[in-house]
C-alpha cells in the first residue's frame, strides 16, 4: 500500500501562483511513478502533469505546459512530489489529486490515489 497526502490547495487571483505537494510513503512508494491530475465540477479528471519514479522525465498537459512544473523530491521514507502552478487562470479551478502507478496520462493507469485538495481561481 502507497499512502498519498496532498496539500497547498487555495484560492488565488488570476494570475497567481500556487505550490501543491503530495507526500508518498509506504511500501516501495520510491518504484512507483508519480501524476497529478485535476477534476473540475462536472467535468472528467483529466491528467495534469506526470513525473518518472526517478525524477528524471517529465510529462504535462498542452493546457498547463509552460506554466505548470512537477518535480520529486526523495528522502528516505516518503517522496514528496510537487506540482509549482504560475500563471494561474480561472479555468484551472479544479479539485487537484496526486496519484501513483503506471507513466501514464490515462487515469486509469495509477493505482494509488490522494483525496484531493481545492485550487480557485478567481477571476
Known amino acids: 500500500q502507497v499512502q498519498l497526502v496532498e496539500s497547498g490547495g487555495g484560492l488565488v487571483q488570476a494570475g497567481g501562483s500556487l505550490r501543491l505537494a503530495c507526500a508518498a510513503s509506504?511500501?516501495?512508494?520510491?518504484?512507483?511513478?508519480m501524476g497529478w491530475f485535476r477534476q473540475a465540477p462536472g467535468k472528467e479528471r483529466e491528467f495534469v502533469a506526470a513525473?518518472?519514479?526517478?525524477?528524471?522525465?517529465?510529462?504535462?498537459a498542452d493546457s498547463v505546459k509552460a506554466r505548470f512544473t512537477i518535480s520529486r523530491e526523495k528522502a528516505q521514507n516518503t517522496d514528496t512530489v510537487y506540482l509549482r502552478m504560475n500563471s494561474l487562470k480561472p479555468e484551472d479551478t479544479a479539485v487537484y489529486y496526486c496519484?501513483?502507478?503506471?507513466?501514464?496520462?490515462?487515469?486509469?493507469?495509477?493505482?494509488?490515489w490522494g483525496q484531493g485538495t481545492q485550487v480557485t481561481v478567481s477571476s
Open positions: 513525473i518518472t519514479w526517478s525524477g528524471g522525465s517529465t510529462y504535462y
Open positions: 496519484a501513483a502507478g503506471s507513466i501514464s496520462t490515462n487515469y486509469h493507469d495509477y493505482t494509488y
Open positions: 509506504g511500501r516501495a512508494f520510491s518504484s512507483y511513478h
